[in-house]
Structures are given as C-alpha cells and as structure tokens.
C-alpha cells in the first residue's frame, strides 16, 4: 500500500507540472480526489478493510501523502490565479499617457449660448432668478394675458406657426409670455430674466430668421420708474461688451409696456457706417422695454396699485451678431463648421 501511495503521489506531481489552466487543474482534482472515483478517495475507502496496526499506520501515511498532494494542488492553483489576472491586466491596460483627443474633436460651445451666459451671470448678479417657460405656448400667456386680445392688430406683427387642430396653442413669438406666468408663480416683488428660442412666420433676410433667440427681462416692486429700466439696460450692455456702447431711446409701442420705448445701440459691426446687420441704418434696433401695463400686473394675480415693475425683451440673436461681428443671422442655424469652429 505504501508503495501505492508512493505511485499515485508521483503521478499527480507529474500530471501536475504540465498542467496550464484552472480548468485542466480542475479535472485532474476530481480525478485523485473525486467522492465516486478518485484514485485517493479510493485509498482512504479502502482503509476500513485493513486490520487494527495496520490501519492505524497506513492510516497516517495516507493522511500525510493526501496532505502533501492538497498543499501540491493549492499552490499550482494560487499560481494559475496569479496569471490569470495578469493576463486580465495587461490586455486590459488604459494607456494613460495617451495625448489629449485633437481640438477639432472637442467641439465648443455655440455664439448664441456663449452671450446667454454672460447675460444670465450679469443678471444673476443683479439677484435676478434665471426662468424658463414653454416653447410651444397657450394664445393667453403669449397675446391674452400680454393685453393682445383676439382679432387686436398688435397680433399682425408678431405673425407665427400655429398648430394643426388646436387653435389655442402658438410657438411662442417671444419671452415675453414668460412675463404673466412668473408672477403666477412667485408674485412680488420679482426679478427674473429668462433666455430661449422664439418664433416668427418671418421672410428671412440677413437680419430675420424664423427662429432666434431673445432674453426677457421682468422686474415688478413698489415705485418702479423708467430711471430704474435705463440703468439695467445701460449695466446689460456694458456688461455684454465690456465697454459703453452708444445708445438711443425712441418711443414704442408695445401693448404689455406702458410708456414703452425702443433702445438702439450704434452698430458694433460696421461702427455706424451701415452693413447688413443694421440694415444700412448704423443703428441695431436692441432692446425693446417699458415700464409693465397695469393690466399685465393684474393677468399675474397681483395689484396694480400698489405694484409697478419694468420689462425688457432682449433680441439675443442680434446681440450675438454684434458682439462678434457677424454679419447674417442665418449663419446661427445654418449648422456650418467652418462658422461654428471660430467661437
Ligand atoms: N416681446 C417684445 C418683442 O418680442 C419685446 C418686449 C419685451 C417689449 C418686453 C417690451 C417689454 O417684440
């Protein structure tokens, strides 16, 4: 027996040396060890048949070789482990030293996105809070509760897309319909601005496009005067071109402000000679604004005696042009890299 012992405990360290993976390993295992069948489960089996001394002492023996074959075993299957997740690291490897992906790859950020930023941080600054509302709109926040009834001429010139099947519903022919559901919302005093896409069934030219971009401004408290909607705008613009900008104020009309004005700023891209982003006037037509209707203070829930406020609505697309220099607003959609690449 102890021969045989000898035989078998040879025979796996041998089988074991040309042993390359843990699946092999396992086999081999189940071949020495199995319950059923293994070569040295037999052996132990067949103890039992031994008399007293005998068993006793082949018993030990047994015992050591089965010992020394586990510990063969253990150590063969730390050291396929090992490999094995070595192998896992190296093909795995994150090459860390890997050169930054080139600029073209990177992208950045859009013009138009670029000037709302700076906008909303000026505001924000101002403790003005950042809103946003609906692109596609209800006809009351966009005209009604904006003092624009059904039918009222005031509609013709904000012309828009209107959609099949409900007739109350409009894309939103400006920020201004944010104006009515702040007040809703927060009542007052308030200070919002609010940033987005816009609108308009526009015949397109260098200076108008179906969609583009506006900044609403509304603040409503106790004693608002026109003095108060001329230093913010004077601050916006500063702000955004980090220098004075040459302004002018004339009369408008707008049937949520009243009084309501117009403020033009010298053009930036041609220095008031005239270009295609002025229409050849020298002047950028910029911020329209006025001190907010009483009615428009009333559709908000609040009174209209004992609240007064300013708003202004920011062509943002405009501001985009002349604060880069560009010279047609359709160049903002037209999606062109060799444009987009520059900012
Ligand atoms: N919503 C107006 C427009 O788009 C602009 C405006 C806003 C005018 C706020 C006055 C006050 O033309």
């Known amino acids: 027996m102890q021969e045989k012992l000898q035989k078998i405990k040879d025979s796996f360290e041998k089988k074991l040396k040309s042993i390359k993976d843990l699946d092999s390993l396992d086999i081999l295992y189940n071949e020495y060890f199995s319950r059923k069948a293994g070569e040295m489960t037999n052996i132990m089996k067949s103890l039992k048949d031994l008399s007293g001394e005998e068993r006793k002492e082949m018993g030990a023996l047994s015992n050591t070789v089965k010992t020394e074959m586990e510990s063969l075993f253990e150590n063969k299957k730390q050291e396929l482990e090992n490999k094995k997740w070595e192998t896992l690291l190296e093909t795995e490897k994150i090459d860390i030293t890997q050169p930054k992906l080139p600029q073209e790859r990177q992208g950045s950020k859009h013009p138009v996105t670029l000037v709302h930023e700076t906008l909303e941080n000026l505001f924000t600054s101002m403790g003005f809070m950042l809103l946003d509302g609906p692109e596609l709109e209800s006809d009351y926040y966009n005209f009604e509760a904006l003092n624009i009834p059904q039918n009222h001429p005031a509609r013709d010139t904000q012309d828009t ?183």
């Open 161 to 343: 897309f209107f959609i099949k099947g409900n007739k109350d519903m409009v894309m939103r022919t400006h920020t201004s319909s944010v104006q009515v559901r702040a007040m809703q919302k927060y009542g007052a005093p308030l200070r919002a601005v609010v940033t987005g896409r816009v609108f308009r069934n526009e015949a397109i030219d260098a200076s108008h496009d179906h969609t583009f971009y506006q900044m609403e401004g509304i603040l409503i408290d106790k004693n608002i005067s026109i003095a108060n909607v001329l230093g913010t705008m004077k601050e916006l613009l500063a702000g955004v071109f980090g220098r004075e900008v040459e302004v002018r104020l004339r009369p408008g009309h707008f049937d949520f402000v009243e009084p309501g004005f117009e403020l033009d700023m010298k053009c930036l891209v041609c220095e008031g000679k005239g270009c295609g982003a002025c229409k050849h006037s020298g002047w950028v037509e910029t911020l329209p604004c006025g001190l907010v209707h009483p009615s428009v203070i009333e559709s908000g829930g609040l009174d209209s005696k004992e609240w007064t406020g300013f708003a202004f609505g920011l062509g943002s697309s405009r501001l985009v042009m002349q604060r880069y220099g560009i010279e047609d607003i359709r160049l903002l959609h037209s999606g062109r890299l060799d444009f987009l690449k520059q900012f």
